[in-house]
């Protein structure tokens, strides 16, 4: 059985931090491209950063250009998000997902079928 599983998101204050986990099981996650997507509230799922399957190169949103990067722990077939500085709108449910293709230039959610189920993350002011 193939998964992703999230988790590390939280709430937290406004210019802090959180690093997000992404676990495959069933796969290797070195594989593949990996992507991180979130949806708030009433807005549409949107691509946060994706990246190749050697970690090399990376695409990011310009919203968190500077303050998010990307890491992974092949050992542990895990994919991180380090989320600095954080604002009060990068509150969101946070998604992996993961392709097959190494489609790591086109961050859009329908091309990762390999999905988690979201880990939330809040930040106050």
């Known amino acids: 059985q193939l998964e992703l599983v999230e988790s590390g998101g939280g709430l937290v204050q406004s210019g802090g931090s959180l690093r997000l986990s992404c676990v495959a099981s069933?796969?290797?996650?070195?594989?593949?491209?990996v992507g991180w997507f979130r949806q708030a509230p009433g807005k549409e799922r949107e691509g946060v950063l994706c990246?190749?399957?050697?970690?090399?190169?990376?695409v990011f949103a310009d919203s968190v250009k500077g303050r998010f990067t990307v890491s992974r722990d092949n050992a542990k077939n895990t994919v991180y998000l380090q989320m600095n500085n954080l604002k009060p709108e990068d509150t969101a449910n946070y998604f992996c997902?993961?392709?097959?293709?190494?489609?790591?230039?086109?961050?859009?959610?329908?091309?990762?079928?390999?999905r988690g189920q979201g880990t939330q993350v809040t930040v106050a002011l």
């Open positions: 997902g993961a392709d097959a293709g190494n489609r790591w230039s086109r961050c859009r959610w329908d091309l990762y079928p390999y």
């Open positions: 069933g796969f290797r996650l070195d594989r593949y491209a």
């Open positions: 990246v190749d399957s050697d970690n090399g190169d990376a």
